[in-house]
């Protein structure tokens, strides 16, 4: 945490500890069920000619899950509780948008790494000197999901059936996931 906001902490507030706790663990579980959202997809257009973008950008969600397991083991974090939910969820959701259509998926993928762009950078802004191998890890996987984000406008996402509701929908679900793995 920033010293300005450690000299600031009201009762109740979480600790320094808490705060990395649970920016490992809703990270940790964050790409774990981006993980699983492209396996939903490719479980559907794997065998299309947006089966290899959707592995490179699946690939991506694997070093950046890859890095959160090793911090909740290094760390001393207790994952969060709700991950065979979230292996359940995130394919489902994945395979879900994916049967409307390449369009489809990348809506899901443009929603996803939206709402995961605005709570990544919260967390980087949160974090200070001490935790700068932490936050650089954060500010780089953030780049790549940006870029994801980038991918999914590229490929039409724009144009799947109800955008702006399935849209809304999505992010509205993932800043519920991101609360609650927080904490569970």
């Known amino acids: 945490m920033t010293q300005k906001t450690a000299e600031y902490r ?18 940790h579980a964050g790409e774990y069920g981006a993980k699983r959202i492209y396996e939903g997809q490719l479980a559907v257009l794997g065998r299309t000619k947006y089966g290899p973008l959707i592995e490179h950008m699946k690939a991506q969600e694997q070093v950046h899950l890859d890095t959160f397991s090793r911090l909740i083991g290094e760390r001393r974090v207790r994952p969060t509780a709700l991950l065979p939910f979230w292996h359940v969820a995130g394919f489902a959701l994945g395979a879900a948008t994916a049967l409307l259509g390449h369009r489809g998926a990348m809506a899901c993928t443009v929603a996803v790494e939206e709402a995961i762009d605005e709570h990544y950078r919260a967390q980087e802004d949160i974090l200070g000197d001490d935790e700068a191998e932490l936050r650089s890890d954060i500010a780089r996987f953030r780049a790549e999901e940006l870029e994801h984000r980038d991918t999914g406008l590229e490929h039409e996402a724009e144009q799947a059936p109800a955008y702006r509701l399935l849209s809304a929908a999505i992010k509205t679900g993932c800043k519920i996931a991101i609360k609650v793995s927080e904490r569970v």
């Open 10 to 27: 009201q009762p109740g507030d979480p600790t320094a500890r808490e705060v990395i706790e649970r920016t490992i663990r809703v990270d």
